[in-house]
């Protein structure tokens, strides 16, 4: 890097030092539950998702889950003439457990590019965001790609982070396999379209809504969350049908096609697979950060030209109820362009 660029680093690591209290950045520091706080909240503001869902700073690195929403009937009556009356846990039923482990999260920047952003007055703002734009979107495709935990990674084999950890579909799978839809009449997989297991979108989100337990299945906050290409898939068969029709032309240009499906809200989100569908509640959904766990060091490594920051914490992904989450199996899900001749 050019000489303005290293006055750039040095005010960088300095600024990065007071913050975090710190007397020397290139040697791996910890950061303290306040300030893990604060970061977890800013990665919320910047990322749509992360806003919605739970995550939550844990003190212990296992345990039981936190079940941060009431549920159940906890309305009733009570002859305290013979008997006392009986408090509930409204936060008793969910029984699942999470065990918060290592995660690296770590990047670098070339110095060409940080000689292109030195002259921009947000400089440090560049860099920061950089690296807190990758942590969020990787571990959001980890929640729904994650498949398993492995000693040593391998990105090039695993491009969503099968091998990191556990995300909330293979948790669901193992723990409650009977609201994981992985097959319809047709072994290992699930036909959506004409001829199929559900003639359209709308079908399969209400079969796979219709797995949800009792108890929950009217709550209020239940959405559907789905894939991309099922989306344009059912959008583009809309267009087929209606599209020469002014009234339901207007409806889907107004976006309003993809309101809902199975009778819930549906919701497009990033990095989530383009065939899947799930149904629970945003708040349903956490991922656990273990405290005092988050270690960061930030390296100048002339050897290869370029800028780098390590970052590890202890995490995991957790269902809070898992009777409150139903999903199929992206990998199986096959659609159909000529009426049900084909399915791919």
Same mark, same amino acid.
């Given at each position: 890097?050019?000489?303005?660029?290293?006055?750039?680093?040095?005010?960088?690591?300095?600024?990065?030092?007071?913050?975090?209290?710190?007397?020397?950045?290139?040697?791996?520091?910890?950061?303290?539950?306040?300030?893990?706080?604060?970061?977890?909240?800013?990665?919320?503001?910047?990322?749509?998702?992360?806003?919605?869902?739970?995550?939550?700073?844990?003190?212990?690195? #296992?345990?039981?889950?936190?079940?941060?929403?009431?549920?159940?009937?906890?309305?009733? &009556?009570?002859?305290?003439?013979?008997?006392?009356?009986?408090?509930?846990?409204?936060?008793?039923?969910?029984?699942?457990? !999470?065990?918060?482990?290592?995660?690296?999260?770590?990047?670098?920047?070339?110095?060409?590019?940080?000689?292109?952003?030195?002259?921009?007055?947000?400089?440090?703002?560049?860099?920061?965001?950089?690296?807190?734009?990758?942590?969020? &979107?990787?571990?959001?495709?980890?929640?729904?790609?994650?498949?398993?935990? *492995?000693? &040593?990674?391998?990105?090039?084999?695993?491009?969503?982070?099968?091998?990191?950890?556990?995300?909330?579909?293979?948790?669901?799978?193992?723990?409650?396999?009977?609201?994981?839809?992985?097959?319809?009449?047709?072994?290992?997989?699930?036909?959506?379209?004409?001829?199929?297991? !559900?003639?359209?979108?709308?079908?399969?989100?209400?079969?796979?809504?219709?797995?949800?337990?009792?108890?929950?299945?009217?709550?209020?906050?239940?959405?559907?969350?789905?894939?991309?290409?099922?989306?344009?898939?059912?959008?583009?068969?809309? !267009?087929?049908?209606?599209?020469?029709?002014?009234?339901?032309?207007?409806?889907?240009?107004?976006?309003?096609?993809?309101?809902?499906?199975?009778?819930?809200?549906?919701?497009?989100?990033?990095?989530?697979?383009?065939?899947?569908?799930?149904?629970?509640?945003?708040?349903?959904?956490?991922? !656990?950060?273990?405290?005092?766990?988050?270690?960061?060091?930030?390296?100048?490594?002339?050897?290869?030209?370029?800028?780098?920051?390590?970052?590890?914490?202890?995490?995991?992904?957790?269902?809070?109820?898992?009777?409150?989450?139903?999903?199929? #199996?992206? *990998?199986?899900?096959?659609?159909?362009?000529?009426?049900?001749?084909?399915?791919?």
């Amino acid at each position: 890097m050019d000489n303005f660029t290293r006055k750039k680093i040095s005010a960088l690591e300095l600024a990065v030092a007071e913050q975090y209290d710190t007397a020397n950045v290139a040697q791996t520091f910890s950061i303290t539950p306040n300030k893990a706080q604060k970061i977890i909240a800013q990665a919320r503001l910047e990322n749509s998702f992360l806003n919605r869902i739970n995550v939550v700073l844990v003190k212990n690195q #296992q345990g039981e889950a936190i079940r941060i929403d009431a549920t159940g009937m906890i309305a009733g &009556t009570t002859d305290t003439e013979s008997k006392d009356r009986a408090p509930k846990d409204p936060h008793s039923k969910g029984g699942t457990t !999470y065990h918060c482990q290592q995660v690296n999260f770590d990047t670098l920047i070339k110095y060409v590019t940080l000689d292109a952003w030195a002259h921009d007055p947000k400089f440090k703002t560049l860099v920061a965001v950089q690296t807190r734009k990758q942590i969020s &979107t990787n571990q959001i495709q980890i929640g729904f790609y994650g498949e398993r935990r *492995a000693a &040593t990674s391998d990105p090039a084999a695993n491009p969503k982070g099968q091998d990191v950890a556990k995300g909330w579909l293979k948790k669901l799978e193992e723990q409650n396999a009977e609201n994981f839809l992985t097959e319809g009449k047709n072994a290992g997989e699930i036909r959506i379209g004409e001829q199929g297991d !559900y003639v359209n979108l709308d079908a399969a989100v209400n079969d796979v809504k219709q797995m949800i337990d009792p108890e929950f299945e009217d709550d209020g906050d239940l959405v559907a969350i789905i894939g991309s290409e099922l989306l344009a898939d059912d959008k583009a068969k809309f !267009y087929d049908l209606h599209g020469n029709t002014p009234s339901e032309k207007a409806r889907i240009e107004d976006k309003q096609i993809i309101g809902t499906y199975g009778g819930l809200s549906a919701y497009k989100v990033p990095h989530f697979p383009s065939r899947g569908i799930i149904v629970t509640s945003f708040k349903n959904l956490s991922i !656990y950060i273990q405290k005092d766990s988050i270690r960061r060091r930030m390296e100048d490594n002339a050897k290869r030209d370029r800028y780098e920051t390590y970052q590890s914490q202890n995490m995991d992904y957790v269902i809070e109820e898992l009777g409150k989450i139903a999903a199929v #199996q992206f *990998a199986n899900v096959k659609l159909t362009d000529d009426k049900g001749t084909s399915w791919s």
